[in-house]
Nanobody, 122 residues
Framework: QVQLVESGGGLVQAGGSLRLSCAASGRTLGEYHMGWFRQAPGKEREFVAHISWIGINTNYADSVKGRFTISRDNAKNTVYLQMNSLKPEDTAVYYC???????????????WGQGTQVTVSS
């Protein structure tokens, strides 16, 4: 079992930045791909970013490419999402998740955090 806890969300103006953290307990994060997803009201949960086991490979949704950066510190059992140049359309609940196999779809992930709200005002 892996327990994931996100933090770092909040209210920010358009153009601003936030850094989300996802702290894990239970098992070492080095055994898992890690992903960030988001879900806005009335919309499906969507992929945001992924990072491989030791951080060599990363993938991003087109909507955040060049603005968001995913990273991980396996020694601290923590994954990060640095979000710059935020837009109102980035407003959503952001979730981190851990997967052993695939990485793009929510169904690929075995463990989820409770989410953290990000609100970007215009």
């Amino acid at each position: 079992q892996v327990q994931l806890v996100e933090s770092g969300g909040g209210l920010v103006q358009a153009g601003g930045s936030l850094r989300l953290s996802c702290a894990a307990s239970g098992r070492t994060l080095g055994e898992y791909h890690m992903g960030w997803f988001r879900q806005a009201p009335g919309k499906e949960r969507e992929f945001v970013a992924h990072i491989s086991w030791i951080g060599i490979n990363t993938n991003y949704a087109d909507s955040v490419k060049g603005r968001f950066t995913i990273s991980r510190d396996n020694a601290k059992n923590t994954v990060y999402l640095q979000m710059n140049s935020l837009k109102p359309e980035d407003t959503a609940v952001y979730y981190c998740a851990a997967a052993r196999g695939g990485w793009r779809m929510p169904t690929d992930y075995n463990y989820w955090g409770q989410g953290t709200q990000v609100t970007v005002s215009s």
